[in-house]
């Protein structure tokens, strides 16, 4: 059972929280909606409001469904649920119902934004701005090339906090 809470209220040690238990990306509707894994975001605070940012490269499924929504989901997932992360970031949504491999239920946050009852942790994030990353304004150059060999570049995603629920 997921309860609304405060973001202010959130404990996570967001290194491990993204870097290590990683996220699940998701946007659309419920009837239609993808997901993807990812390890790299950040959590904080920008124009007076709580955020998370994402950085999402062009080439998946889950930019499309992003580009297309007002808002875009953030869910975290205990232990058990690892099998299901390595799916959802080994696996495009265009060759594979990931959802319901992994046997997600999905939710509806504001505005409709799709999430999963299963997660121990969920933000609900409103799109606020988006930046494509620039190659000219890599200060290390190592970057460049060990990250972007074929030049695609992240999408930079800034997305409001405007829901978070947690487990329990
Ligand atoms: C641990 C892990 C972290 C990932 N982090 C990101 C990320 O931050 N951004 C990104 O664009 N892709 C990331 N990926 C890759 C996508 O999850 C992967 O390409 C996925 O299959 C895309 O699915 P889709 O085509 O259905 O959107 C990550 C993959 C894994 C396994």
Not at 35 to 63: D, E, F, H, K
Not at 102 to 123: I, S
Request: proline fraction near 2%.
């Amino acid at each position: 059972m997921l309860t609304k809470i405060d973001p202010k209220t959130i404990q996570d040690n967001v290194f491990s929280t993204i870097g290590s238990d990683w996220l699940l990306i998701t946007a659309g509707t419920k009837e239609r909606c993808n997901t993807m894994t990812a390890s790299w975001g950040g959590l904080g605070v920008l124009w007076g409001r709580n955020v998370a940012t994402v950085y999402i490269r062009p080439q998946r499924y889950t930019y499309e469904f992003v580009e297309q929504s007002d808002c875009f989901t953030i869910s975290v997932f205990d232990e058990s649920w690892r099998d299901a992360l390595n799916l959802c970031g080994t696996k495009s949504g265009r060759d594979v119902d990931k959802i319901k491999e992994c046997g997600f239920t999905v939710v509806e946050g504001e505005g409709g934004a799709p999430y999963f009852e299963q997660a121990r942790l969920v933000l609900v994030c409103r799109k606020l701005y988006w930046q494509d990353m620039d190659p000219d304004h890599f200060l290390d150059l190592e970057i460049d090339s060990r990250f972007y060999a074929q030049k695609d570049y992240h999408r930079v995603y800034v997305g409001e906090i405007v829901e978070a629920y947690k487990r329990g």
